[in-house]
C-alpha cells in the first residue's frame, strides 16, 4: 500500500486518538512504504531509550513534562495537580 495522505491522516488520528501505539518496525515498514532511507542510529538509540514505544513526540515537551493543555482557555493556568495529570 503506498502512503497517500489519507492513510498518513488515518494513522496520525489513531496514534493521538491512543488506537495505535507505534513501535520501531511501524516506523521501518512506513519509510521503507515512503522509499524513504531505513532509521538512524540516532533513531533507534532513541526508541530504546523509550523501551521501543513512543509517544508522538507533540504530546510531550522536551524537558520531558506534560504539555498544558490545548484546550485551556487563554490565560488559564493548570494547577500542580492538572499539569501532573491526577
Known amino acids: 500500500m503506498p502512503l497517500s495522505r489519507d492513510f498518513v491522516d488515518a494513522l496520525t488520528i489513531a496514534v493521538r486518538g491512543g488506537i495505535w501505539t507505534p513501535q520501531p518496525e511501524d516506523e521501518e515498514a512506513l519509510r521503507a512504504m515512503a522509499g524513504m532511507p531505513g532509521i538512524s542510529q540516532a533513531t533507534k538509540d532513541y526508541w530504546d531509550s523509550q523501551s521501543g514505544v513512543r509517544a508522538p513526540i507533540t504530546l510531550a515537551k522536551a524537558d520531558g513534562s506534560s504539555?498544558?493543555?490545548p484546550f485551556?482557555?487563554?490565560g488559564f493556568e493548570e494547577s500542580p495537580e492538572q499539569q501532573a495529570g491526577e
Open 72 to 74: 485551556a482557555a487563554p
Open 67 to 69: 504539555p498544558s493543555s
